[in-house]
């Protein structure tokens, strides 16, 4: 069945840089985009951007155009977000999560998450 | 882009009751493309239940259903179980995605 392992939780210092990994299982990586979602405490649901299956196509929602990075390593079948000029909002818990084959950006599968605390 | 309100916040209801939860769009949402998450607990996948506004996903029991189109969605779950005390998103899938603020259901 179609599993997620996402690296565990960091605590990072304003200013810094984290990147988190994704690493997926039980369907053909490289066939589906993956999108990352996070979470604020307390908050609802915030949608990031999404990586196709080849690796060539970014969509990065508009808040986070020039601060986040999406890549792919498909051999490991693993994906990356990558987040720098950390604040303290940025403090959530941040979701992997497969978009689906049927040509839409639906998201059919998520992983469990990594927390993310931003804190001097 | 599309603004997703969802009402209401929160649902007090006991086991084996209906459930019924609203999601409201600013704008249509194009093709019906609404969808419903369940998040159980923190630390834990969201899960999809609901797509295309009434479509459920693969191994969701049957007493999940949506209905609604345009910008007015509803889920209903017909009789709570124990495991769907939880809380539950909307989104809207046309780009950009968006998700409801969400709706908790706890025990009365």
């Known amino acids: 069945q179609v599993q997620f392992v996402q690296s565990g939780a960091e605590v990072k210092k304003p200013g810094a840089s984290v990147k988190v990994s994704c690493k997926a299982s039980g369907y053909t990586f490289s066939s589906y985009s993956m999108h990352w979602v996070r979470q604020a405490p307390g908050q609802s649901l915030e949608w990031m951007g999404c990586i196709n299956g080849d690796n060539i196509k970014t969509e990065y929602s508009q808040k986070f155009q020039g601060s986040v990075t999406f890549t792919r390593d498909t051999s490991a079948n693993t994906a990356y977000m990558e987040l720098s000029s950390l604040g303290p909002e940025d403090t959530a818990v941040y979701y992997c999560?497969?978009?689906?084959?049927?040509?839409?950006?639906?998201?059919?599968?998520w992983g469990p998450g990594t927390l993310i605390t931003v804190s001097s | 882009e599309i603004v997703l309100t969802q009402s209401p916040g929160t649902l007090s209801l006991s086991p084996g009751e209906r459930a019924t939860l609203s999601c409201r769009a600013s704008q249509s949402v194009s093709r019906n493309y609404l969808a419903w998450y369940q998040l159980q607990k923190p630390g834990q996948a969201p899960r999809l239940l609901i797509y295309g506004a009434s479509t459920r996903a693969t191994g969701i029991p049957d007493r999940f259903s949506g209905s609604g189109s345009g910008t007015d969605f509803t889920l209903t779950i017909t009789r709570l179980e124990p495991e769907d005390f939880a809380v539950y998103y909307c989104q809207q899938y046309a780009a950009p995605l968006t998700f409801g603020g969400g709706t908790k259901v706890e025990i009365k």
């Open positions: 999560a497969r978009g689906s084959a049927s040509g839409s950006w639906l998201i059919d599968y």
